[in-house]
């Protein structure tokens, strides 16, 4: 089973619509990040939480992360074309003692024009 | 700073050979990664390394090694290609351990095996 859950796997928008994509974890989690990546393309870092009840945003993307940690969200507001891609969720746990840091399955984001 | 970079972006081999894949940083990072990334299934890590010199496994390091001669380079050598290798491989760095520390990623490697 996947240690990283990310839901739904694949979304498809219409331009100017809201959006929220989820990332949850039985553990704790002691970083949450998330990353867009395009076809072809690396990892793009969006943002970084690691407090229980933090949020952040950045333009027009907001992720939040719960309370206990174990769940983060991230929201578009108003989504343009440009915001498709796969969103990916990664997080640090820790497992007998060390942190490894795993990854969710992706999200695949679809905005029509 | 280029940040993390690859090559190839591009290959294809026939089963059975071998190549080596590259990464380079040049943020002074101590922890380097090597991850395949298969449709649908995330991100697999394949080896890892905490500084030059020292290396071990991830999840899924069968058919791969690794060597760290410097803070810089981690290259990913497949030494008998195989279909089931066919991926997109990513390397990442980052600072440390630390559970603060972001990672970041390179273009990636399109690989496939035929």
């Known amino acids: 089973s996947q240690e990283l859950e990310q839901s739904p796997q694949s979304l498809i928008v219409q331009e100017g619509k809201n959006l929220t994509i989820n990332c949850t974890s039985s553990k704790t989690l002691y970083g949450l990040y998330w990353y867009k990546q395009k076809y072809g393309e690396g990892l793009i870092f969006l943002m970084m939480l690691q407090k229980g009840g933090e949020e952040k945003s950045h333009e027009k993307i907001t992720a939040k992360l719960d309370e206990k940690k174990q769940q983060s969200s991230l929201h578009i507001t108003a989504s343009q074309p440009s915001h498709a891609g796969i969103y990916l969720c990664g997080a640090v746990v820790s497992t007998s003692g060390t942190y490894k840091y795993i990854f969710g399955t992706g999200t695949r984001l679809k905005v029509l024009a | 700073n280029a940040g993390v970079t690859q090559t190839p972006k591009f290959r294809i081999l026939k089963i059975g050979q071998s190549m080596t894949l590259q990464c380079a940083q040049d943020?002074?990072?101590?922890?380097m990664y090597w991850y395949r990334q298969d449709p649908g299934m995330g991100l697999k890590l394949i080896y890892y390394s905490v500084g030059a010199g020292i290396t071990d496994k991830g999840e899924v390091p069968n058919g791969y090694n690794v060597s760290r001669s410097t803070t810089e380079d981690f290259p990913l050598r497949l030494e008998l290609a195989a279909p089931s290798q066919t991926s997109v491989y990513f390397c990442?760095?980052?600072?440390?351990?630390?559970?603060?520390?972001?990672?970041?990623f390179g273009p990636g490697t399109r690989l496939t095996v035929l």
């Open positions: 943020m002074n990072h101590n922890y």
């Open positions: 990442a760095s980052r600072p440390s351990g630390r559970a603060g520390d972001t990672q970041y």
